[in-house]
């Protein structure tokens, strides 16, 4: 069975770090695009990041840009997404999803909710004071 689980959520205040995990079972994460989601109660869906199967192409929105990193270990089946300088407006259900298929090249990637099959079930984070 094909499953995504995010780990790493939490409190932390504004300005604080965390790193988000997304772990793959039943499948080999090496050929997928993998792209991070949250969303706030709400809100619409919103993609955060995104990283194409090589590894070589990465993909943020502006909102994030310069504080987000996302990374993946294929030795680990595992990706990575390290938040730093924290807002409250970051906080939200953060989800990991993976893509065989649908993204434009395997150094490219696109953070559309549609393109993406497998899914985790999130992760809440929650910027506060």
């Known amino acids: 069975q094909l499953q995504l689980e995010e780990s790493g959520g939490g409190l932390v205040q504004p300005g604080g770090s965390l790193r988000l995990s997304c772990a793959a079972s039943?499948?080999?994460?090496?050929?997928?695009?993998i792209a991070w989601f949250r969303q706030a109660p709400g809100k619409e869906r919103e993609g955060v990041s995104c990283?194409?199967?090589?590894?070589?192409?990465?993909n943020y929105p502006d909102s994030v840009k310069g504080r987000f990193t996302i990374s993946r270990d294929n030795a680990k089946n595992t990706v990575y997404l390290q938040m730093n300088s924290l807002k409250p407006e970051d906080t939200a259900v953060y989800s990991c999803a993976a893509d065989f298929k649908r993204q434009p090249t395997q150094d490219l990637c696109v953070m559309i909710d549609r393109f993406y099959d497998y899914w985790g079930q999130g992760t809440q984070v929650t910027v506060s004071a």
């Open positions: 990283i194409s199967s090589s590894g070589e192409g990465t």
């Open positions: 039943g499948f080999t994460l090496d050929y997928y695009a």
